[in-house]
């Protein structure tokens, strides 16, 4: 992936006004997952579900953000959650390598720094991770990130 710094990326927040990735970065640590769509679908509900399981303890690290694709399928009718969302352009997942071979979001976690530096990334590799990927890959990983930040 060539997505080691995010500082220059740009989004579409809630209202749909475009703003640097960055303005969204309030913390040590940020929980950027890259998914299709808002969350409807079968693959992204299943990410979804366990990203709002997990809130209370993500948050506990960080921000968490879900970055949906710009041509979400669910973009009309999102299901309702507390997890922060917001668009960002295909044509800037593609810069960013979080495409893959046939257009698709490449289900991908990223950890950044305040300024949008990457200090993980998590990729989703196969369908059964879905459902224990935060709780097996993310976690611990922001564990050993703010651990490492305290010594």
Do not use: W
């Amino acid at each position: 992936m060539t997505t080691q710094y995010l500082g220059a990326t740009t989004v579409l927040n809630e209202q749909d006004q475009p703003t640097l990735l960055t303005h969204l970065l309030n913390d040590k640590l940020n929980i950027l997952h890259f998914q299709d769509s808002y969350g409807s679908g079968r693959t992204c509900n299943c990410v979804l579900s366990s990203i709002e399981a997990n809130l209370e303890r993500l948050s506990n690290y960080g921000s968490t953000t879900l970055i949906v694709a710009d041509d979400a399928f669910d973009k009309d009718n999102p299901p309702k959650t507390k997890v922060h969302r917001v668009v960002m352009t295909k044509a800037e997942m593609g810069r960013l390598n979080l495409l893959d071979e046939e257009g698709y979001v490449r289900r991908t976690t990223l950890i950044v720094d305040s300024t949008g530096s990457v200090l993980a990334t998590l990729p989703v590799t196969t369908e059964e991770e879905l459902a224990t990927h935060i709780e097996q890959a993310v976690l611990p990983t922001l564990t050993q990130l703010q651990n490492k930040a305290s010594t």
